[in-house]
């Protein structure tokens, strides 16, 4: 795919770096850091973004363009068609098992369908489409999930004060736990943790062994019907 697609310069490449990788590097790639968040909130490192991508764009008529980086080059896909080959073409060939990406998610998800060799996604896809209720519009839970949303954000907003970083991804994580674990788990987690700071308010319980972390990685909830192919510790 990457034959005759135009190179950017190693001005454009760092530019690239230094105005989309590492602000989002510095903001979390899986965990948002608050001080960095806030930090690229207030000096709009999105419009830097933006306007490198449009530059980019601009400048090679449109087309997707190869970027160099200290591990190699990184293709940038600027093109609806381009998108539709990566997403639609074999897995083989646009794998997603990247070697950075693995190191990243391995710890929390080692078995995702995201870090899987192509000899494996098959294997493992009908699990995610069955979570996902893949095929059918809305969801099959769609009502529970949005009521669940409606009570969190109703909640969130009736506090007295500002609303700030703490208070709001506080609010998104109880909706995570109930959409994902039901009503019972969010209960007995929330007595430990609904107090703590957001950067604090995470479960903090290891395995103890990497079979042990493996086998958590999978675990259906009969309160909330749901079932969840990233459970992130064993308790």
Known sequence: MTTGLPQASLLESARFTLTYALPSLFRGALIPQPFWT????RLNTAEWAVATIERLSERHGGRSVLLRGATGKTLLILTTEDIRRVLDGPVDLFAMDAREKQRALEPFAPDALNLSPPSLRGQRRPFNE?????GHEPHRLAERFLAIVREEVTTMLSTDGVLDYDRALAAFRRINRRCVLGDAFSRLSSK???????????????????????RSTSICSSDSGFCSGSVIATC
């Open 38 to 41: 806030d930090l690229a909130t």
């Open 130 to 134: 069955a979570v996902l209720d893949y």
């Open 192 to 214: 430990s943790i609904s107090n703590a700071p957001a950067s604090e308010a995470s479960i903090s319980c290891k395995p103890t062994s990497s079979k042990a972390y493996r």
